[in-house]
């Protein structure tokens, strides 16, 4: 008989931790419209392009954005510092500079999380068309 009580106390004890689990429910979410932009066709000398990813805290645990970290120095992440609150916005800004960059590129920026998908990679392309040289 004890070894009966131990077995319904083991399964009365994972019964309820896989409860607990799915009252606790979830966490953060992190989901972006779009993670892949095309600035297209853009001028070498035309100064830095920026695009705003804009994504929605899906989840129902405030969102903390931990980092964002770009494939090379031409490219720059800006993102929210502040927790972003279930059902709330955000946006993840990218500044590419193309000088000194002619030619097609792809780059990428890998975003860390505290949520359920704790990394995302977003990807900016385009053509840069090279400047025209300067006669004498």
Do not use: W
């Amino acid at each position: 008989m004890t070894d009966m009580k131990r077995i319904f106390g083991f399964i009365v004890l994972c019964v309820m931790t896989v409860a607990m689990v799915v009252a606790d429910g979830g966490g953060a979410v992190c989901t972006f419209g779009n993670r892949v932009y095309d600035f297209g066709v853009i001028k070498e000398d035309g100064g830095p392009v920026k695009h705003a990813f804009e994504f929605t805290n899906t989840g129902n645990k405030p969102l903390i954005i931990i980092e964002a970290t770009a494939s090379c120095g031409c490219t720059r992440p800006e993102f929210p510092t502040k927790p972003i609150q279930p059902g709330k916005k955000g946006k993840v800004v990218v500044t590419y500079s193309p000088l000194g960059r002619p030619g097609a590129f792809s780059k990428t920026v890998k975003i860390k999380t505290n949520g359920t998908e704790p990394r995302t990679t977003l990807i900016i392309e385009g053509t840069v068309t090279p400047a025209k040289s300067k006669k004498k």
